[in-house]
C-alpha cells in the first residue's frame, strides 16, 4: 500500500480509504462488516470513513468496533454532520449547536476520544461560513478533531471557506470529498486548481461510479445481490445503464486486459493519477473485495493506456 499526503498537511492517509456508507450497520452482518474492515488494515488501508446519517449512526459504530482491535494512533477515522438526524429545527445544518452535539454523539458511538477528520458533509445555506468555521476551530482546540474537511462544496464555496477562515485565523479546511470517476469528472474544471492553490487534498467518494466500473452490469444486466438491485439506491446507477455507458466499460475492459490488470484496478488507477487525489474511497462488503481494490495503488498507466482511455471517455 502507497501512502499520500493529505493536502499540504503532514497526515499521510493510504491510497485506498475504506468508506461505510450503504454497508456497514445495515445490508452487511456485524460479523462479516469486522472481518472486512480487519481485512483492509491487514493490507495497509489506515484511513475509515463514516458519518452520523449512515443507518443514524450504526456505519459509525460498525467501524469504530471493528478497529478497536488496533492502536489508536495506527488509523485515521473520519466522521461528517449536515444532514437531519432528527425531526426538530436544529437536528441539521452546519450551526455551531449541531456541529457540536452531532461530533459529541459520534464520538460517543465510537467510544473515541477524537476524529481525525471532521467533515461539513455539505453545504449549509442557511447558516454562515463564520459560525460553522468557528465552532469546527473550537472543537479542533479542544482536541476532538484534527482536521478539519467538507464534502460536496463548489469550487466558489471552497474559496469562501479559505478567505474566512484567513481573516479570522481560524483552522483551515485541509480536505474534500467529492465524487469522482471516469463518468463523473466534474471536479477537474475547478475543484482540483482551487484545492492545489489552497492545499486541499481530494478523498474521493464513488471511484467505481457504484459499480458501473467494476464491469457487472454486463448488458444493463442488474445481479440479485448488487447495488443497483437496491430499491433505495438504485436512482444512483440506473441513469447509467445505458448501451453508451456499457459500451464504454466493454472499451475500458479491453485497455485493463491489454495491461494484465481488472478493470476495478484501472479505474482506481485512473482516480489516483491526480496528484490532488489523496485517497479513493471504496465500499465493500467482503474481505475478498478490499483485496481486490488494494491492488490497485502504486499502478502507474502507461501513457498509450492513458491516451486510449482519454478517447474513450471523450
Sequence with gaps: ???????????????????????????????????????????????????????????????AQALKTYPRESYVISTKAFFPMGEGPNDGGLSRKHITESLHSSLKRMNLDYVDLFYCHRYDHETPVEETLKAIDDLVRQGKILYAGVSEWSAAQLEEAVRIADKRLLDRIVVNQPQYNMFNRTIEKEIIPVSEKHGIGQVVFSPLAQGVLTGKYKEGQVPDQSRAANESINRFIKGMLNEDVQNRVSQLLDVANDLEITLPELALAWVLRQPNVSSALIGASRPEQVEMNVKASGIVIPTDAQEKIDDILV
Design 1 to 63: 500500500m502507497n501512502y499520500r499526503r493529505l493536502g499540504k498537511t503532514g497526515l499521510k492517509i493510504s491510497e485506498i480509504s475504506l468508506g461505510s456508507w450503504l454497508t456497514y450497520g445495515k445490508s452487511v452482518e456485524d460479523n462479516t462488516a469486522e472481518k472486512t474492515i480487519h481485512k483492509a488494515y491487514e493490507l495497509g488501508i489506515n484511513s475509515f470513513d463514516s458519518a452520523n446519517v449512515y443507518e443514524r449512526g450504526e456505519g459509525e459504530r460498525v467501524m
